[in-house]
Nanobody
Framework: QVQLVESGGGLVQAGGSLSLSCAAS????????MGWFRQAPEKEREFVAAISWGGSTTNYADSVKGRFTISRDNAKNTVYLQMNNLRPEDTAVYYCAAVYGTIARIKNPGYWGQGTQVTVSS
């Protein structure tokens, strides 16, 4: 069983930066593709970014390309989301997700974290 715990959310002004972390339990972290999703109030959960188990492949939603960077440290069982040039539209609860296998499967994660709130003020 994989458990995911997000951290790093908070309040930041537009144009600022924030870094999220997702700590995973277990000893098979390197076999999982990882991703970040977000959900704003009264909106559907949307895909943000994903990274393959080896870290060589990444995918981003068009809305965050050039601003967000996903990375992972398998030795620490942790995935990160560096968010730069934040906009009020980025305000949402951010969820870490994991799926066993390739990055192509990230849209149907097997595991979810509890989420961390990111609020961007204008």
């Amino acid at each position: 069983q994989v458990q995911l715990v997000e951290s790093g959310g908070g309040l930041v002004q537009a144009g600022g930066s924030l870094s999220l972390s997702c700590a995973a339990s277990g000893r098979t972290f390197s076999s999982y593709a990882m991703g970040w999703f977000r959900q704003a109030p009264e909106k559907e959960r949307e895909f943000v970014a994903a990274i393959s188990w080896g870290g060589s492949t990444t995918n981003y939603a068009d809305s965050v390309k050039g601003r967000f960077t996903i990375s992972r440290d398998n030795a620490k069982n942790t995935v990160y989301l560096q968010m730069n040039n934040l906009r009020p539209e980025d305000t949402a609860v951010y969820y870490c997700a994991a799926v066993y296998g390739t990055i192509a499967r990230i849209k149907n994660p097997g595991y979810w974290g509890q989420g961390t709130q990111v609020t961007v003020s204008s």
